[in-house]
């Protein structure tokens, strides 16, 4: 059974930090391409960061040079470090593999993020 269970939301002040990490089960977790998804209110679950099995990352225009996702293989986690934090990054972020398993989506629970100005 795939589960993927993240950790590290909350509260924080404009110009702060968080760091997010996800606890993969279930899967080869190095084969896979792992993403991070936010849904604000109101608006739809955007892409925001992704790391390829061999370690190539994509980011979302809105948090290039502010997040930064990274995966140890060996601890089956993938993290998104978050800095600069601006008010427009609250969200429920949602930990994903990205692609489908045997034609079955895998995401996490989802966890909050709130950056008060």
């Known amino acids: 059974q795939v589960q993927l269970v993240e950790s590290g939301g909350g509260l924080v002040q404009a110009g702060g930090s968080l760091r997010l990490s996800c606890a993969a089960s279930?899967?080869?977790?190095?084969?896979?391409?792992m993403g991070w998804y936010r849904q604000a209110p109101g608006k739809q679950r955007e892409l925001v960061a992704g790391i390829s099995s061999g370690g190539d990352t994509n980011y979302a225009d809105s948090v290039k040079g502010r997040f930064t996702i990274s995966r140890e293989n060996a601890k089956k986690t993938v993290s998104l470090q978050m800095n600069s934090l601006k008010p427009e990054d609250t969200a429920v972020y949602y930990c994903?593999?990205?692609?489908?398993?045997?034609?079955?989506?895998?995401w996490g629970k989802g966890i909050l993020v709130t950056v008060s100005s």
């Open positions: 279930g899967i080869i977790f190095s084969a896979y391409a």
């Open positions: 994903k593999v990205l692609g489908r398993i045997l034609g079955v989506d895998y």
